[in-house]
Every structure is written in C-alpha cells, then in structure tokens.
C-alpha cells in the first residue's frame, strides 16, 4: 500500500522535484548509514536487535524509495527523444503525460 503511494507521487511529480526527493532521501540515508559501523557504529550495536532492525529497516526503506524514484526518472528519459536541440516527450499508452 505504501508503494502504491509513494508510486503514484512519483509518477505526479516533476523531474526536478524527482531529482530533490532523491538527494533527500541519499542524504538521509548516508546520515543514518554512518552511525552503524567505526566509532558510531559502537553505539549502533549496543542498541537492542529489535531497534537495530528497525533503524536499518528504515534506512532500507530510504534506498528502495531511492531506487523507485529513479526508475520513475529512466523510464521518463525512456520515453524521450531529441529532435533538433529540444526534448520531444514519446506519449505512453496508459499513462498520463
């Protein structure tokens, strides 16, 4: 259900606002990722297994998210083609444009 959400933002949202939703989300990520290994990770692994889960369950959540939006971006350019110096958008049957 949650996808299907996510997904249905994607497919409205801009390619710029694609672009800013995955460097948020990459920077979330690399935030999070950073506090489980080195000296930060030493707190990491004092936490209990259940909240470890957790946390890496959310930063996989922040990369799948990642990994949606920018598929939601190639198959976009999938569906463009160059025509002189300007994008020329391929219409998609069952897609809105």
Known sequence: MATDILAAALTAASDLELRDFISERITKADALAAHT???????????????QDNYLWALADLL???KQAQAELVEREHHRTFAGDKFVEIPVIGRAS
């Open 37 to 51: 290994y080195g000296e930060s990770g030493d707190s990491f692994r004092n936490l209990t297994d259940a909240l």
């Open 64 to 66: 799948r998210e990642v």
